[in-house]
């Protein structure tokens, strides 16, 4: 069964404390990976497609790397505005839904 | 429009009621996707149209769950019956021919309560 599993749950940092989620997948074949970021009450907002081993995506001070089970969000010097719910996802061969992790909770104090 | 709308952005019903909830994609986007969030959890995939028709219907829970594109553009769920447990975030989401390098865009939700 194709499955997607996210570290931690919850994450507390200081404005400037560099740290980075987990994402875990077990899937029969990755047709891409997804990053997504989700503020309350708000839909997930897209961040990042990775699709090989390997491959690395940046935007601001956010970074993610892709390896064959497992991607990472590395997070540069938060700032509290980049506290929100981050979610990953994965799209598997033969269908277009994407499966989605639980997500970490990120929390950013100045 | 800009974005992925959807409406109502809550809805309050008792068990057993019937409810609609629409999602408008943004224009020229032929994909679209129903997703279900409960809280603490990731969205959950329900239903996908390609233009006007279902591609892939996996998702739906049961028989009281039901959704329509007549037109291509506009969606429709539908949900009979309703029960306690279908109280949940629904999140609509579009994508121009499918899910490509820019993901699938997401509309805002409806929060459905079900008392």
């Known amino acids: 069964e194709d499955q997607v599993t996210q570290s931690p749950e919850a994450l507390r940092l200081q404005e400037g404390e560099s740290s980075s989620l987990n994402c875990s997948y077990t899937?029969?074949?990755?047709?891409?990976l997804f990053w997504y970021r989700q503020d309350p009450g708000k839909g997930p907002e897209f961040l990042f497609t990775?699709?090989?081993a390997g491959e690395e995506k940046e935007k601001e001070r956010l970074k993610a790397t892709l390896t064959k089970k497992e991607s990472f969000l590395h997070i540069t010097a938060p700032k509290p505005e980049d506290s929100a719910t981050y979610l990953c996802a994965v799209r598997v061969y033969n269908t277009d839904k994407l499966i989605f992790g639980t997500g970490t909770r990120l929390q950013v104090f100045p | 429009g800009a974005g992925v709308s959807q409406t109502p952005s809550n809805k309050v019903t008792e068990k057993g009621k019937y409810v609609e909830l629409r999602c408008d994609p943004i224009?020229?986007?032929?994909?679209l996707y129903w997703y279900r969030q409960s809280l603490g959890q990731g969205p959950e995939f329900l239903i996908y149209f390609q233009g006007t028709g279902a591609a892939d219907d996996s998702g739906l829970p049961n028989d009281r769950f039901f959704a329509v594109r007549p037109e291509g553009s506009v969606s429709t769920l539908k949900i009979q019956r309703t029960e306690r447990g279908d109280s949940a975030v629904y999140l609509c989401a579009s994508s121009l021919t499918g899910t490509g390098g820019m993901g699938q865009f997401f509309g805002p939700g409806t929060r459905l309560t079900v008392l």
């Open positions: 990775l699709y090989s």
């Open positions: 899937v029969s074949g990755l047709r891409g």
């Open positions: 224009s020229g986007h032929t994909a």
